[in-house]
């Protein structure tokens, strides 16, 4: 039986995004079967785009 891995995320800049990206990785290094999974964006469109980041 495998391990398995549920990596779930929020990325409001991508910074988040790539961390979690790279866990994924080191659990599918280490034998896991791995889901990475990026939450819902719930901010308002105006709050999004006001973000310079």
Known sequence: MSTKV????YSST???HKLA???AEGA???GAEVRLRK?????????IEANPA
């Open 6 to 9: 549920a990596v779930i995320y």
């Open 14 to 16: 991508g910074n988040v």
């Open 21 to 23: 990206q790279a866990v």
């Open 28 to 30: 599918e290094e280490a």
């Open 39 to 47: 939450a819902a964006e719930l901010a308002p469109r105006e709050a």
